[in-house]
């Protein structure tokens, strides 16, 4: 079978719902499209994703530390570890020594959801990632970064093109900082989709984002070569294009009058002001955004209301569709749940799903 499309959830700015918007995504993907398998690849040391798929909660923690413990782990670490430690060009392991079916360890989610467990071993093992990148290239054949930093790639593809059951959409959650398993990630995306929050902050954090994918004008003089933009241009890697902008936790920042809107000005006129001079920055769409008010409608999504339903939902592990109105006990309180609210966020998640192909 083959590969639809790889997305990576990323934005360099933190506590912009990455994790669980992540999970969410995948949950519904994979509960409203049963004949396409998703796949997860957990890039962030944090593993948040991965407890949430993989149980929410306490059981959800417990099961990623019994992936990440394992002899060779069935993790991002354990499958990163076995390619490097043989080398470029050596013959890849079978991913489905990594991938975890998440319906195994987590009931509540369908049996097309797979997963590549992150793990918090991630963090210490990036200096030997960095290292292998940056190791001198001994004939002018090889290069050592371009093949570390398309080692997630070639899982995918690995995966897409010899697991001949389904076709496979995935999703890679990331960590906000721009370090080296944050490359490996987006260099293994086809799209981004990028979570903010309806704030100004949310501004500053936009335009530090093209920088590090596209670089600065005029570079740095005396970094400039050595960032991911110089060198994944040099070494013929692809830049995901940004296809949709998720404004997350709306009502948190700007009350329920002005919910509606995903961007707050400043980010959207941020935005739209990289879509003006670097439309190629963006996918396209049929229409050509003129204003702010087309680029928000043809590139933005609100998640209008997600917060209370949509946080106890990942908690526990379940999809939104699984919840009724009623009490849920969270950390050891009892959380009340609206039903209508849990319509909203479905209906909130499925204006995202519309736009991912």
Known sequence: MSLIRSYAVWN??????????????????????????????????????????LGGGTTGEAN??????????????????????????AALPDPMSFVTQVAQHNAKLTDNLFLLCGDGNMEPMAPAISGAAAAPALTPQSQPWRWIHLILRGLIDNISQNIPTRDWLVI????????IYTELAISAADRLIVPVNADDSSRVATNAMFILLHGQTPPHPVYGSWTFATRAQTHNIGVPQIHVVVGNRLTQYEGAATAFSALSDATADTLFAAYQSHPQYFTPRPATSATVTDFRDNYSVPLRDFNTAGVVAAHLGQRLSQMGGGYYQVHGQQVQINSA?????????????AMVD
């Open 12 to 53: 360099n700015k933190g506590g912009v719902g990455k994790s669980t918007i992540s999970f969410h995504l995948a949950a519904r993907l994979a509960e409203t499209r049963p004949n396409v398998n998703v796949l997860v690849i957990d890039a962030c040391p944090q593993a948040n994703a991965s407890m949430l798929l």
């Open 64 to 89: 990623v530390l019994s992936l990440c413990t394992q002899a060779s782990p069935r993790t991002i670490v354990g499958y990163l570890s076995q390619v490097i430690a043989a080398g470029a060009g």
């Open 172 to 179: 890679l959650d990331t960590n906000p900082s721009f370090s």
């Open 341 to 353: 609210r849990v319509t909203e966020c479905i209906n909130a998640l499925n204006a995202l799903l």
